[in-house]
Structure formats: C-alpha cells, structure tokens
C-alpha cells in the first residue's frame, strides 16, 4: 500500500479497499458500496453480521449484533469495535454469530455467542465487546503468538505464529481428543502438530487446514505401530514357507470415526508416518480405462478418487478380515484375485498394442527393474517391512525373489489399473515416487520402511518431486535408462522453501461428515484431522468452507468443491460430492480467489480483459429471506428471481456488474452475503500488478498443459530410447526436469503474485525484484538444456514418436507452441513448443516497465523495477541468441561427413565459425591436402581427411602473424603443444577470424553463461589466463595434465601438474617448466610410499632450497642445484626406533656428500666430523663414542686409514697407525694415564686384546717430571676451523649475490636482502600462523635498508649493532638464516655423542671461526667499517659520549680516546645466547675435576660464620662491616653484625657476583665481575666514610670472601669462557686485571685445603 501512496498522495481513501456488498444473483443485483474512512484490508461475514479491518489496524462491525445489548434488533450500519482501539488489529475472523481478530503482536481477542464455548471464555453465554483470549502451552506462562483465525458454527481454530493449530469450542470439528464439551480453554490440535500448516478454514460444523507437505528434513516423529485407540498392533505378520504376508487389516472398535479412512484411492501419498488402515469406504465403482491425456475433468477426479489406485505393491494382498473389502473392484471376501482376474491379467499382458497393456507392463516391469525408482523402492519398502519385523536384514540380502513372485501373482487386475495410473488421479502416481514424497504412502511397506530405515533413508532421499506420470518412471524401469523426477519441490529453486509460497500442499479435513463436506469419500465423522488423499499434488493454494460445503484452490486455478450441494453450491450439476470435483467452468476462465458461504460461492477469476470477473454459484435468494436482506433490491429483480426454476444456479455464472466494480482484489462469501474488495485503477498501477499475475497465472496453467499433454506421454513411449539413443534420451530427460523446474518456478511465483493482489497490492513484496537471480538462473538453465537437446537432434529424432502419439496433423501441438502457419514441420513445433518459456521473458521486461511508468523516476521503486527490467530484457535478448546458435550448430551437423559427427557432436557445444569456403588454410600445405578449420565455443577443430585434431579454446592464443611483403594474411596459433601460422583468403576473412576466435576464447574464459560481451565487442582476451589442459605429445610431459596459470601458451603462474602414473607437482612455473616455489609427490608402489619434495626449483629441476622425504622414510632438508642435492644439507635417515637411524649434516655435491660434514650414527653411537668424498669418509676427520673414545686422524675408503690418535676416557692414549675403524696396524706409542708408554709396532682392534712388538718404557722412575707431560697435542690432524661449513657460508654470500666471498658488489647485496625478505615475507603471509606479532614487527623495521655508506661514528656503529641484532633474529634475512643453520650444524656437532670434553678446543675455535667470517660479511655490507681491532674515534664533546658509553653496556672499558672495533663485540651477544648450552656443557666436561675440588672447598667454607669467615681469609678489621659499633647501617639498610651472623657481610656484592651465571657473553660476565667491585667499594667507603684507594693486598681477600659466599658452582667453567672469547683489546685493561683477580680466587680456593 505504501508503494501506491506515493502515486495517489491526493484521494488515497476512496482508491484503495472499496467495499462492495450484494446478495444473491440476478441480472440486475446491483452491489451497494459501503462507505468507510479508510480503505478497507479484509472483510469477514458471518450468518447475519460481518467484521471489517480497515487500514491502520481499526476493526468495524455491521449487520444484525445481538450480542451487543445496548442495540435494537435491525441491522447496523458499520460501527468501530472501541475495545479495540489502541490495538493495531492485522486479522479478522467471523463464524456464524461470533467474531475474532488477531493484533499485531499475535494476541486473540474474540466476541459474539459463547454459548458453545467458541469465543473461549468460560461462563459467559455472549460476550459483547472484544475480550483477549490467551493461547497457552501446558504449563507455559507465555501466550502463544496468533498468525490468523477462523471461526465456525460452534467453533473456532487459530494458527499459530509456529504454524501449529489451537481449537476451542463444541464439536467434533475441534479435531481435539476430548470427550466433554464445550472446550473453553484454546488446546492444541495434536494430530497436526509438526506440520508446517498454511491455513484454516471453518465450516459450519467442520473444519479445514491446508499444510506444507514435509520435506526431505520433515518430521522425524516416530513411526506409529499401535492404534491410538485401543492400542492394538496395526500390522500383523503370517509366515508362509516361502514368504511373509504382511496385514494391514487392524480395525478399531472405539468407532470409525476414531480412525482414518482413507478413500480407496491409496495414492502413494499419505503423510508421512500416518498409520493408514485399508479402505472400509462405503464407495465402489469401477475402475476407468486410464486415458492418455491426463487433463482432470470432474469424472477423471471420480474414477481417480474410486479406483484402489496405486496400493503400492508392497502391500499385495490386504488381509482376509471380514470388515474390509479385498478389493473395490470385486465384492467377494477372499483377499486373493480370482481366477476369472488372473486370466483377464495374463491376457492384458499379453496385449502389447493397448495402452492399458503398456502401463501394467510398465506397471511390473517397474516392479521387477531395479534401477527405476518406482520398483526399487516398493521392493524395499516390502523387504525392509519384513527385515524389521522378523529382524533380519533381508534388504542387505534381497533374499525377496519370493516376495517379487508374490507380488507378481497377487496383483489384481484392477491394482494393475491402479498402476496403469487412471488419468490425474493415477497418472500422478509416481510424481514424488522418487522423492520426498514417498514417505507419503499410504502402503504399510512404507510406513514400515521408515521404521525399519528411519532416519537415514529419509535424510538420503533426493529433493526433487516428480510431477510426471508412472508412466514415464516404467518407461525408464523398461529401457532401463536412470528414473527422472518431473518436480522440485526445495532442491530446484534455491531459497524455495523459504522465500516463495509452497506448490506441494495437502488438505487436511475433520468434523462432520454427513453431507459429504469432509471430502474422504463417505459421510462419516472425523474426529481428528485426514488427510484428504484425492487433492494430494493437485498444488492447493487456498481451501474456503462454507456451512456445509468446502472449496479448493489450486496454483492451476482450478476449483475443487465437495460436501452439500442442495443450492448448487459446488458449482457442477452432481449430487452432493463426497470427493472434491473440478466446478464446471468454461475453458480458460483461471480462478484466483474463492470463498463459501452458507449456500452459495463466489469465484473471482482472469476473464478475457485484464480486469477480474466474478463468478456465483448456488442459492438464489427467495423473498422469504426478504427480511434479512441489508440492501433494497428493485421489484423486478425479485420478480426475475422467482420467475427461475430451482432456485440456484446449474453452474458457476458471470456477474454482470462485477466489470462496475473496478478491479476487485479478493471476494467473501458468508452467510448469505457477498462482498468483493476492489481499488481503482490510478495510473494504471493496479492494472499492471493484476496484469503481472494474470499473465504469471496463464503462463503457468499453459506450462502444465505442455507438460501433461507432450513432455509426459513422450517420457512414456515405450521406443522412446529406441529412436532417441541413450544420449538424446537422457538429454530429454534433464530437458524434462529443467522444464519441470521452470513450471513449478512460475506455479509458485504465481502463487505469490495471487497473494499480492490478495492482501498488499505493493511493489515490495514482487519476488521476482528481489530474486530476480533465481528467475534469470532458472531460463538460462533451461533454455541452454533445449539447445542442448536441439543441437544433439532430438527435436529432429523426435518425429516418429510425436506421430505415435499427436498423429499426422499435429492440432494439438500448433495450438499449444502458439504457431500459426499451416502444415509446419513437427520437430519445428517441437523447437518452436520448447522455445516458447524464453518469450515469457520478455513479457516479464514488459510488465515491470509498466509498472515503472507509476513512479517517480528518482524513487527506489522506479530504480528497482527499471534494473530488474533490463536485466529480463538483457536475458531476453542473450537467449535468442543462444537459440540462433543452437539453430547454426544443428544445421551445419546435418550436412557434416558423418564419422567425425559422433566424436565432435557434443551437446554444449556450438559452432561459431567455419572454413568450408576455403577461408582458412593452413601455410605451406601440400596441393592436395584438405584443412578444415571449425571453431566451436569450446575449442577449434582442424579437420583433414579422416582425421582431426581438437584445440582447446582455453589454452590457445592467436594473433595476427607480422605482414610482410609477401602480401599473406597470416594467423599465428599457439597453443602449449603446437604452433600453426594459418592464412586467411583476403584481410577480412583475417580480421573475421581473428575476431571470432579472441571472442570464443574469452567467452570459453569468462564461462559460456556469462556472454558478458555482446557480438560486437573485441576485447582480446587476456593473454595471461588460467586453464586446464592435458599433454599428448612424447615426453616428460606426456599425459600429464596441468591445471593453473598460463602465459603465451606455456604455464606461467601457479598450478596443477599431474601424470597418469600418481606424480604431481604443485606450485609456481615460469615458461612452462617449474620455476620458484613448489611441492612434487612421486608414489613408490615398491614401498606403497611416496617421495615427497617441498623447496625451490628452477627451470624445471629442484634448485635452491628444500625438504625431500623419500619414501624409504629418509628426510633430506638442504641445497639442491640441477635437481640435485648440492651445497648444504641435512640427511635424517630412521626414526630412533627402527633399523638404522642417523643424521648428517653437511656438504653435497652431484647428490654425494663431498666436503665436510659431520655423521651421528645413532645405532653404534659414534659421532663422525670430517671431510667427505662421494659418500665416504675421506681426509681428515675426527671420531667420539658414546663411551669416551676419541679419535682423530686420516680416513680412506670411509675407514681409519694411516696416521692417527685414539685416547681412551681414562687418558690411555695411542698415537700410530690404523688399518680399520678402531683397527692398530703398524708402528705407534701407546702411552698409559701414569706416563708409561710401550713403543712399537701394534695390530689388533682397541679393546679386545692388542698384539705389541715393541718395548716399554717408564720415564717417571728417572728423569723427575721433565718427561711427565707427554700428553698429546689434539686438535692437528682435525679439520681446522676455517674448513668447516663452507657451504653455509657460501650460500649466504650467492644469496647476498656474490660468486666468491667478499667479490660483489654491496649495493647489488641490500637490493637481493630487500628481495629476500619481501619474497619470503609473502610466502608466510599466505599462512598467517607462523609469524608472530613480534616477529612481524621486527620484519617491518627489517624492510628499511640502514644508511651503509659514509664514515662510521659511535652511533653509527651503535646502529650497526642494533640492526644485526634483528637481522639474525629472523630467519627470512639472509644473515638470520646464517645465523639460523650455524646453530643448527653446531648443536649438531657438540650435542649428544659429541658432548665430549676433547672437542673443546675445536669446538670454541669454531665459533671464533663463525665471528671472523660473520664479520667479513658484515663489512662487506657496512664497507666503510674498520677491520677487526680498527679504533672508531669518539665524538669530541666528552659529556655525552659517557652516557653512551654506558647505554651500550659499556663494551671496551679502555681508557683509548675511541672505541675498538672487534668481531666479537659486535657478534657474540648474538652468536653466543645460541650456542650456549652446548658450549658451557663441553667446558663443565673439561674443568670437571676443579671444579669439584673448588666446590669442596667453597661448601666446607661457607659453614664458617662471616666474622670467623673473615678472619680466617686475612682480611683486614678495618673492612669488617662490625668493627665500628656505631656506624650508620650500610647501603643496604643492615645493622652491624653480629658474631654469629651468616651471608651478611658484603651481601650486595655477593648478589651481583651470583648474576655471572645468568649472562652469555664475556663481555656481559666482565661486566658483572666490574659491579661486584663497585659494590665492595662503595661498602667500604660507607664504612671508612673517606675515598679510599685498593692495594691487592687489601682487596683480594675481601674479593675472596665475597666469591666464597657467591657459592658459583662451574666457576671454574665461567672463567676458562671468559679466558677463551675475550675480546684481545680487553686483556690489558681494567677488566682484564679484574678478571686476573677472579682467576685467582679460583685458583687460590681450590687450594685452600693444602694450606
């Protein structure tokens, strides 16, 4: 409504709602309007009164109100409710003498008679004014939220907010299991609860629901086995010798009414979990003929409504008990077919010419055919029934040949009938079979199914519904060809369920039955609701029930009436129907709204105009009901009223004044009024929307006809196969499930436009503006699906059985596709039948411009309709394209040389260009050679003789060949295995080519449904592109194929590659070889593994660096070079627990180790560090065993070979020659841990017993201790420092872009670290989780290149420092990845085995190595840098430069005018942190006997008090802290100490001292040794209150003490480091005489107990 305000600002109350009210029908009724002040949203009439809702939730009432005490008996003018204001009301309902409305927050309030209990308010006989009435759960506080009411006689029904039903009042159309009445308070209907219910409607005396059948999620309640009533079994089962006969035959004493009946049509449609008993009805009649056209007509519904239909085979043969019949079509008792029946079968069968014949066959085949659907799930239902029952799983088994026999022997004939499928009722049958829907049988099997299979087999059935007949579903169980479903019910339109109005409905029915109005076939009462099975799939939109009669709506604007007809009512000349039936209305008259009242109904319908029509049918109002009459008729009009026969109209008839009334948007009907609603027509908006929905309705009413009368019978034709080939027939069938599709698309849209006119009357609530996607997905699918089928030549091989079925003059099929002209061709109707959808399009770009045209062109409505116009006419305009396309490509087939048809001829392919003129050659072709260029939408075929090649569009590239001389007009194209030069015939048909080739190849690119570019457009496609394609050529390539980036017909970028044999590779390419960073798998089938590599490659072979896990379970993670393993790497090969677990790290060349490396053999714990040759050990080396042995010396052919030292753990040493590992040979000295030693020559392997011939020497015993230290010199024949690691080093300076160290150039290096980082930096940001945020910060500040030229002063040296420090923090800088591996190779070496006290010499020569090459690094990129030991001057001013001195942790305490530049100031705070622990375990080995001695001593030490403590290491009394009595207490805060005390004296110092262990570098640790005598310092000077100066003497006890009580444990570790890496320029300073002093409180402890 908001919408139209804006058009009609003016006079909106007397455009919108005009309310018309009249009774009866005659020529000359003339409807008197009631006057209102607003426009009027919803009128409801009751017998004598009506309640109106007017636009802003007001609620009026008129008529006769005695409820109302105050008036008089005549009938009122409309009056408002004032109970109701202050409540914005959205819905009214009115039953015989009550009324009720719904407010906007879903409370009820109702008023009028309460004398059966139907306003909900106990004790009240009449309610006069609106009173609330609360819905409430049991045991609920909370009101349950009202969507709509209906009132009745005696009763009234709500629907609530979670679409369940509440019923109250008298009667059994509560549908509630009570036995008292009346029901005061609203109780919900349990029967319906779980099911999504659309509507209610009250009769007088029952009532009515429409609900959403459920859907593939539906309600997964629990199958019901037992009757609600008395409790007993509903099946029984009876086992035969060969088989299970499975009853149904429960009868329920409590009374018929108790239980549902289900007409005998069993339909296979029930709801679900329904327990459904076989038919007691009282109806019988026989079964029709099934007719092919399954158009319903009111006897097809009959024959559909009577006939046992489609009892579904699981159930075979209903049980002899004595209340049911066997079967409607025979009257006698026994349950099995008679004789007579069985023949009458056996003869149809035999019969194949008749279609009655057909559709049993197909009726059985479907039965015995496992992949039609049909068969297949009656079988199981069957089979599982029994599995569960007896609690087998014969379905696993399908042990049911027995069952199928059964089945086949104990169908009747009339069955058979059924599953011929009697016209709609039957032919129906099989619509959701497939789908959804089959749990809706009425078949025990089914119900049984879904216990035994439960949820499972509900959850995997497909979302689509079939809407076409059995037939089709035999057809395909025959030709044995996959079942197609004709109907989506969710899974077609996306967002379906929710967003458009459902098309699969049923129409539940309850409450008095006695004059047919409950629709189950008989005139028995319900007292729960049915399901009336009859109007299952007929798409029931609305249901309307009068006193006695009800009304049905459905999508195809059809009416279904049934129940009294004693006026006429339903609207067709039958006795009262106790089945609905079609109203007998002309052809073409589609009704959109319906409404019954107590004996009469009004239709409103499309007539031949735009404007709606009314129709009426039913009783005439006789002067007797003068008196009840609210307008004065004129006196003829009566007079004309008595003058027909009857009283009540034989059929529905026009209104002649309903074209007065303007456009009417809804009619009600009640009592004996009628009302229509109506608006005026202001600037053709209101005409368009009915325009829209007219054409929407008619649309979809046409697409039901195509469906039923062609697409159906031909899907059923036996050789339908035989003339279309499996190919075109499964074509046909997505055709068939695509148009399916598009029908129940617009049957719902049409649904939702209805509902529109009904209520809204907006432009907001038109689906097809919001969805307007779903609308142009749906065509486009559709429309290329018949161009499909047409290219293929189905509509062409679709002639002959168009004749079987249409004949030689095919009417039907030239009114149906629109085609005027005479004696057109019937594949030509077929096409031009198939393509008519398409125009439906346009008319949607029409309509919606149309309705623009009502606003202001700057309003969003205008914006909307006007997008989605353009968007319909765009789609318009590309379908009719794609048609002509269609068209082009199936012409040049036919006259295509056959052979080479079959293998190109596919069906989305379309042809866009072809040479048969000659206007493409091929360069340099011989005379007689035949080329011939096509060039499809998705490749371009060069054909020749009999052979052709087939070019992928995706993956060529053309381009015009550079003009020369030679005036050829050529075109080069590449593609990643060919390049062709063509020549065009003349520089148009080279454009023309050109052209038409770049165009296909974009559009192949952008995806053929886009078509974004129209036929004129000449973007070249890019030459950049992403595709897949498979190589044939010889070579590596050879079947593999390649999906990602492409350049110029090579790949380039990232991608696929995959060969038939398993290997892929995944990653970048460059040129089309593999080039940059990426994965390879290689499967081994020997090890059932496969070799995986991750790294680097380079023009197609591993390069640079990455990890290769070999499938033997070996891991190599280093250098590769030319697909190789070469430069640096580690080799893993076992895990610790399996055979031969090792790991070397070290150098590679040509995939060998060559140079050195270092090997932990893991198994013999032995630890190898050396130089290598072609795998083996070669060169010098050195060798460490888990149990102490140490040897170093020359290897040859991977053994000790030639001269070496092997000592043992307790110091026997031998020095010699060797043979084999831990092999003597030849002339050594074998010294003993005393200093004797044996000369001579030794074979023999160490330690199982040695031959000597030599002699024995004791020096000892003569020459004193000249001779003593014999011990040999290690660390000669190792590899020297220097050696070691080359490779590490190496990489870095190539990575730095120097061939050999220190040759480059060093602005050529910051540009490759700039490069390194930003790559790699990239590379972890695709994986967000290996950076942390520190670490991006660190990589941020890395990214700025710092200033690297110019003189160096402290700051920039200051600056140098902090830069390397972050650079070897992270591993993406080339430095930090130095730093990274050097620690790796170096916990290598010195952890484990080769934590041996020998190796620490080398191994602390090896970091003073690291810190001498790191630098020469380091001043190739800061050239300007001094050489190690180069002073920097200091800056002149002094006064600052102290402060920096010690904000740079004061690292050169010298008194020099300048600082001195060292390798080790610079790089060991960040080399050593690092290298720590494997370093301090090496010293702790070495120094282990002093420091166990010092530790003695420092625990027996410390026992002593402090003054004893003191005394005792000579410390002068002047310096105890207690020699002044009344000193101030020291720095401290301490009091003067006691004799006793402990740890008190000096106690700052000793803190500061303890902190030397928690440092790394020597600098750091001198430091700390530096405070330690400030400490003492500033204690003595607080106690001597004077500057005092230190002598030696003087100090080194108190040092002494101080160290003693620090209690260090490896001091004797901290000062060998401290000694080993001190910076040389420190030694002569004040901290190297520091240090002296520590050493020599070292030493002097360690002594202490000798003096």
Not at 617 to 640: C, P, Y
Request: hydrophobic share 35%; glycine share 8%.
């Amino acid at each position: 409504m908001e919408a139209q305000g804006k058009s009609s600002e003016d006079d909106d109350g007397g455009e919108r709602g005009l309310l018309h009210s009249w009774r009866g029908y005659s020529y000359s009724v003339v409807p008197e309007r009631l006057l209102l002040p607003r426009p009027v949203l919803q009128v409801a009439l009751g017998a004598q009164h009506g309640v109106l809702l007017v636009e802003g939730g007001q609620v009026y009432t008129f008529g006769e109100l005695p409820w109302k005490q105050t008036q008089a008996s005549q009938p009122t003018k409309p009056t408002p409710e004032n109970a109701l204001s202050g409540q914005r009301v959205v819905a009214v309902a009115a039953g015989s003498f009550h009324s009720g409305a719904v407010t906007e927050d879903g409370s009820v309030h109702m008023w009028g008679d309460n004398a059966a209990g139907q306003c909900g308010l106990s004790g009240l006989s009449c309610v006069p004014n609106p009173t609330p009435v609360a819905l409430l759960e049991p045991g609920g506080a909370q009101s349950v939220p009202v969507l709509e009411l209906a009132c009745g006689e005696k009763h009234s029904l709500a629907l609530s907010a979670q679409r369940e039903v509440w019923a109250w009042g008298s009667g059994c159309q509560l549908g509630l299991k009570e036995a008292v009445f009346p029901v005061w308070k609203p109780q919900k209907v349990e029967q319906l609860a779980g099911r999504w219910v659309l509507q209610v409607a009250c009769g007088a005396s029952h009532s009515l629901a429409l609900v959403r059948c459920v859907g593939p999620d539906g309600i997964q309640r629990p199958p019901v086995d037992k009757c609600n009533q008395c409790n007993q079994l509903l099946y029984t089962m009876t086992d035969k010798e060969d088989h299970v006969i499975i009853s149904d035959g429960h009868y329920c004493p409590m009374g018929v009414e108790a239980r549902e009946d289900p007409p005998p049509t069993q339909t296979l449609k029930a709801s679900p979990s329904e327990p459904i008993l076989p038919s007691h009805s009282s109806s019988t009649s026989t079964p029709a003929a099934p007719t092919p056209d399954p158009t319903p007509d009111p006897e097809d519904s009959q024959k559909g409504g009577t006939t046992t239909a489609a009892r579904p085979p699981s159930d075979p043969d209903p049980p002899p008990s004595p209340k049911a019949a066997a079967s409607t079509s025979s009257s006698k008792s026994s349950p099995y077919p008679g004789e007579k029946e069985v023949k009458e079968y056996l003869r149809k069968l035999s019969d194949a010419s008749q279609t009655e014949a057909k559709m049993a066959n197909g009726g059985l085949h479907a039965l015995q055919a496992p992949p039609s659907g049909r068969g297949q799930s009656a079988l199981n239902s069957l089979v599982a029934s029994c599995a569960s029952a007896v609690g087998e799983r014969v379905a696993s088994t399908y042990e049911a040949l027995s069952l199928k026999r059964m089945m086949n022997f104990y169908l009747p004939s009339s069955r058979l009938e059924a599953l011929g499928g009697a016209a709609d009722g039957g032919a129906e049958r099989v619509r959701r079979e497939e789908s959804v829907q089959a749990k809706k049988s009425s078949s025990t099997g089914d119900i049984h199914e879904e216990e035994a299979e439960g949820l499972r087999r509900r959850l995997s059935l497909p979302g689509l519904l079939s809407q076409v007949s059995p037939r089709l579903l035999r057809k395909m169980g025959r030709s044995r060809t996959r079942a197609f479903a004709l109907t989506p019910m969710g899974g077609g339109v996306p967002e379906d369920q929710e967003v458009f109005p459902t098309l699969q409905t049923e129409v539940w029915s309850w409450g008095h039955g006695e004059q047919g109005e409950l629709g189950h076939g008989d005139n028995l009462d319900r007292l729960q609701p049915f399901c009336i099975k009859s109007l299952n799939k007929k798409e029931v939109i609305r249901v309307s029930a009068g006193a006695h009669h009800s009304i049905a709506l459905t999508a195809q604007s059809q009416v279904y009436s049934w129940g009294s007809n004693l006026s006429g009512q339903l609207g067709h000349m039958d006795t009262p129907s106790t089945v609905p039936r079609l109203a007998k209305l002309s052809e073409g008259i589609r009704v959109w709204d319906a409404s019954a009242g107590e004996r009469h109904t009004l239709l409103l319908a499309d007539g031949d105009c735009i404007q709606p029509i009314i129709y009426y049918s039913g009783q005439q109002v006789k002067e007797a009901g003068e008196e009840e009459k609210v307008e004065k008729m004129e006196e003829e009009e009566e007079e004309e009223e008595d003058e027909r026969p009857g009283g009540y109209t034989q059929q529905p008839v026009l209104l002649p004044f309903c074209m007065n009334l303007g456009f009417v948007s809804s009619v009600v009907a009640g009592g004996r009024r009628c009302v229509a609603l109506s608006d005026r027509n202001v600037m053709g908006f209101i005409s368009s929307l009915h325009e829209l929905a007219s054409a929407e309705r008619k649309f979809y009413c046409k697409l039901c006809d195509i469906k039923s009368q062609v697409l159906r019978p031909l899907l059923e034709l036996e050789s339908l196969s035989s003339a279309l080939g499996p190919a075109a027939t499964e074509l046909l069938q997505t055709l068939a499930g695509r148009f399916s599709l598009l029908s129940h698309l617009t049957g719902q849209h049409g649904a939702s436009l209805t509902a529109n006119l009904r209520r809204g009357r907006d432009v907001s609530s038109l689906l097809m503006l919001e969805h307007a996607s779903i609308f142009l997905d749906v065509y486009n699918d559709y429309c290329s699906t018949v161009g499909n089928f047409f290219v293929m030549g189905g509509f062409h091989a679709l002639t002959k059985p168009s004749l079987d079925i249409f004949g030689k003059s095919p009417e039907l099929l030239q009114r149906l596709s629109e085609c005027s002209e005479e004696n057109t061709v019937t594949s030509d109707l077929l096409v031009a039948l198939f393509y008519l959808p398409t125009q439906h399009l346009h008319e949607y770009g029409r309509l919606l411009l149309k309705l623009a045209t009502c606003f202001e062109v700057s309003s969003g409505d205008y914006q909307k309709l006007q997008d989605s116009c353009s968007k319909f006419e765009a789609l318009t305009l590309q379908l009719k394209r794609k048609r002509k396309e269609a068209e082009y490509t199936f012409h040049f087939w036919k006259s295509f040389p056959g052979k080479m048809t079959d293998s190109l001829r596919k069906p989305n392919r379309r042809l866009i260009y072809e040479s048969s003129n000659k206007s493409l050659t091929v360069q340099n072709a011989g005379r007689f050679s035949v080329n011939w260029f096509i060039l499809f939408n998705d490749s371009l075929v060069h054909a020749q003789f009999s052979t052709h090649h087939i070019f992928a569009l995706a993956t060529l590239w053309v381009e015009p060949a550079p003009e020369d001389n030679s005036g050829l007009h050529g075109l080069k194209v590449v593609t990643p295995e060919e390049t062709l030069t063509l020549l065009a015939s003349s520089s148009a048909e080279k454009t023309k080519w050109l052209r038409a080739i770049n165009q296909a190849v974009d559009q192949a690119l952008s995806g053929a449904g886009q078509d974004a570019s129209g036929p004129a457009s000449k973007s070249d496609p890019p030459i950049s592109r992403t595709a897949s394609y498979t190589f044939y050529k010889d070579g590596r390539l050879k079947d593999a194929t390649y999906e990602g980036r492409w350049l110029a017909g090579k790949p380039h970028g990232r991608g696929i590659l995959k060969w038939p044999d398993g290997r892929i590779y995944t990653g970048s390419f460059k040129s089309g070889l593999e080039d940059g960073f990426g994965e390879f798998a290689c499967p081994n089938k020997a090890l059932n593994q496969g070799d995986l590599y991750q790294g680097y490659w380079k023009e197609g072979k591993m390069h640079g660096l990455g990890t290769y896990r070999y499938a033997s379970g070996e891991v190599y993670d280093g250098s590769f070079q030319d697909g190789m393993r070469q430069g640096h790497g580690m080799l893993r090969s076992g895990k610790h627990n399996t055979s031969s677990p090792s790991v070397f790290i070290g150098q590679w060349l040509q995939d060998k180790k060559t140079g050195y490396g270092v090997f932990d053999d893991i198994t013999k714990g032995e630890k190898y560090m050396g130089m290598w040759q072609d795998h083996q050990r070669q060169g010098t080396g050195v060798v460490v065993t888990q149990f102490g042995l140490y040897y170093e010396g020359a290897f040859k052919d991977n053994k000790m070979m030639g001269t070496g030292i092997l000592l043992s753990e307790d110091d026997t040493t031998y020095e010699g020659e060797f043979s084999d590992d831990w092999t003597l040979s030849g002339k050594g000295v074998l010294t003993m841990p005393n200093g004797d030693y044996l000369e001579g020559s030794f074979s023999g392997e160490w330690g199982s017993g040695l031959k000597v011939t030599g002699s024995y020497f004791k020096p000892n015993l003569f020459d004193a201790e000249k001779d003593r230290n014999r011990a040999v010199k290690l660390g000669r024949m190792s590899v020297r420092a220097e050696e070691k690691w080359q490779a590490v080093f190496e990489e870095c300076w190539s990575e730095l872009g120097c061939e050999a160290p220190g040759e480059g150039e060093h602005l050529k290096a910051w540009e490759n670290i700039a490069v390194a980082l930003t790559s790699r930096r990239q590379q972890i940001q695709d994986s967000p989780e290996i950076l942390s945020r520190s670490h991006s910060k660190t990589l941020e500040g890395l990214e700025v290149i710092p200033q690297h030229e110019g003189p160096i002063t402290i700051e920039r040296y200051h600056s140098i420092r902090l830069y390397l420090l972050k650079a070897c923090d992270t591993p993406l800088h080339p430095l930090g990845r130095l730093l990274e591996t050097l620690v790796a190779v170096y916990r290598m070496t010195y952890v484990g085995v080769g934590a041996n006290r020998r190796l620490l010499p080398q191994a602390v020569n090896e970091i003073k190595s690291y810190l001498c090459r790191i630098f020469q690094i380091v001043r190739f990129l800061f050239p300007d840098l001094p050489e190690e030991g180069g002073l920097i001057p200091e800056p002149a001013e002094n006064l600052p430069d102290g402060n920096q001195e010690m904000s740079a942790d004061t690292r050169t305490e010298s008194p020099k005018p300048g600082r001195v530049v060292s390798s080790s100031a610079l790089l060991l705070p960040v080399l050593l942190p690092r290298l720590y622990p494997p370093l301090f375990t090496l010293y702790a080995l070495e120094k282990e006997k002093e420091d166990d001695m010092y530790w003695e001593c420092v625990l027996r030490l410390n026992k002593q008090p402090d003054l004893a403590l003191l005394a005792f290491l000579g410390v002068q009394q002047k310096f105890w802290p207690v020699s002044i009595p009344n000193s101030l207490p020291a720095p401290g805060g301490k009091q003067p100490v006691a004799s006793s005390t402990k740890d008190a004296c000096f106690a700052s110092a000793v803190e500061t001292l303890q902190q030397i262990s928690t440092t790394f570098t020597p600098s750091d640790k001198l430091q700390v040794i530096q405070l330690t005598f400030e400490e003492i310092t500033q204690e003595v000077q607080s106690l001597l209150k004077q500057d005092f100066l230190w002598s030696m003497d003087d100090l080194f006890p108190v040092f002494l003490y101080v160290v003693l009580r620090a209690r260090i444990r490896n001091l004797g570790s901290e000062v060998s480091l401290i000694e080993d890496l001190m910076d040389p320029c420190v030694q002569h300073g004040e901290h190297g005489i520091m240090f002296t002093t520590l050493k020599a409180c070292y030493y002097q402890i360690q002594h202490e107990k000798i003096t």
